[in-house]
């Protein structure tokens, strides 16, 4: 089992900044890949960014390129999602999700691990 567990959400204004982080213990893995996704309010979950463990590489989603990065610290099983420039539709609850082996990481169904979620909220 993994356990993944999210800190550093809170609420900022429109143009702030906030770094969440993701802790992972349990059985770790050196493959497969930490994503995390956000749910708005009356919103289905989607994807917001992921990277690699192995490689390091990132995918983001459209509409947070340029504004978050995702980076990782595979020395101590963390890995931070700094978002820049933040604005009123990224107010969500931001999930860290892992996935054990190489594959789509897109998708929730994606991922075999999730944490419980925090809650960032940006004002305008």
């Known amino acids: 089992q993994v356990q993944l567990v999210e800190s550093g959400g809170g609420l900022v204004q429109a143009g702030a900044s906030l770094r969440l982080s993701c802790a992972a213990s349990g059985r770790t893995f050196s493959s497969g890949a930490l994503g995390w996704f956000r749910q708005g309010p009356g919103k289905e979950r989607e994807f917001v960014a992921a990277?690699?463990?192995?490689?390091?590489?990132?995918v983001y989603a459209d509409s947070v390129k340029g504004r978050f990065i995702i980076s990782r610290d595979n020395a101590k099983n963390t890995v931070s999602l700094q978002m820049n420039s933040l604005k009123p539709e990224d107010t969500a609850v931001y999930y860290c999700?892992?996935?054990?082996?190489?594959?789509?990481?897109?998708?929730?169904?994606?991922?075999?691990?999730w944490g419980q979620g925090t809650q960032v909220t940006v004002s305008s």
């Open positions: 990277i690699w463990w192995s490689s390091g590489s990132t």
């Open positions: 999700a892992a996935r054990r082996v190489i594959g789509p990481i897109r998708m929730a169904n994606d991922y075999d691990y």
